[in-house]
T-cell receptor, first 115, second 112 residues
Framework: NAGVTQTPKFQVLKTGQSMTLQCAQDMNHNSMYWYRQDPGMGLRLIYYSASEGTTDKGEVPNGYNVSRLNKREFSLRLESAAPSQTSVYFC??????????????FGAGTRLSVL | QKEVEQDPGPLSVPEGAIVSLNCTYSNSAFQYFMWYRQYSRKGPELLMYTYSSGNKEDGRFTAQVDKSSKYISLFIRDSQPSDSATYLCAMTRANGNNRLAFGKGNQVVVIP
């Protein structure tokens, strides 16, 4: 049972470089999410996808783009990385975005440093 | 005022002690309440989930919700070193936009 798988686990970028964080879930969930977690800030929602073919901005979308490639996969792209994007990124999925309880299941995270 | 407030700690307790964690919230529409546990360098994992007011017990863990005070708690009895982690509260409304609102997390260290 893999659950939510994120790649890569670690990445170091130089300012201005681009990269894509990959996320895949094998629970047949409809909804997927990208968060960033910073010390003292908690989890902040970057983008989410309520269902295949739809994406929406969360609390901190600036500097990011997303693609819901299919039901299983949801990628996060940094077009021109900035030091302020140094963070730990988590992907999550849930059965339904509008399910009453919206229990989300998280991946192990990607630690990104932008120099 | 942030929707969910959680004192980040850290909280250090001796093994066997009772750990008490809590969150307050401002949105009276929240109906579903969760506690996630996050070990160092891992993703959050769901620990407990409750609906509306009341208590829920699961082994050494008890979750309480007091909607009248907009206050939720997590108690860990007979704490173990393996309970050392960050605990995040999360909550959501029953209808409409069901984004999870998270607390910032409370780091707990259980000392052997």
């Amino acid at each position: 049972n893999a659950g939510v798988t994120q790649t890569p686990k670690f990445q170091v970028l130089k300012t201005g470089q681009s990269m894509t964080l990959q996320c895949a879930q094998d629970m047949n969930h409809n909804s997927m999410y990208w968060y960033r977690q910073d010390p003292g800030m908690g989890l902040r929602l970057i983008y989410y996808s309520a269902s295949e073919g739809t994406t929406d901005k969360g609390e901190v979308p600036n500097g990011y783009n997303v693609s819901r490639l299919n039901k299983r996969e949801f990628s996060l792209r940094l077009e021109s990385a900035a030091p302020s994007q140094t963070s730990v990124y988590f992907c999550a999925s849930s059965e339904e975005d509008r399910a009453r309880e919206n229990i989300q299941y998280f991946g192990a995270g990607t630690r990104l440093s932008v120099l | 005022q942030k929707e969910v407030e959680q004192d980040p700690g850290p909280l250090s307790v001796p093994e066997g002690a009772i750990v008490s964690l809590n969150c307050t919230y401002s949105n009276s529409a929240f109906q579903y309440f969760m506690w996630y546990r996050q070990y160092s360098r891992k993703g959050p994992e769901l620990l407990m989930y409750t609906y509306s007011s009341g208590n829920k017990e699961d082994g050494r863990f008890t979750a309480q919700v007091d909607k009248s005070s907009k206050y939720i708690s997590l108690f860990i009895r007979d704490s173990q070193p393996s309970d050392s982690a960050t605990y995040l509260c999360a909550m959501t409304r029953a209808n409409g936009n069901n984004r999870l609102a998270f607390g910032k997390g409370n780091q707990v260290v259980v000392i052997p």
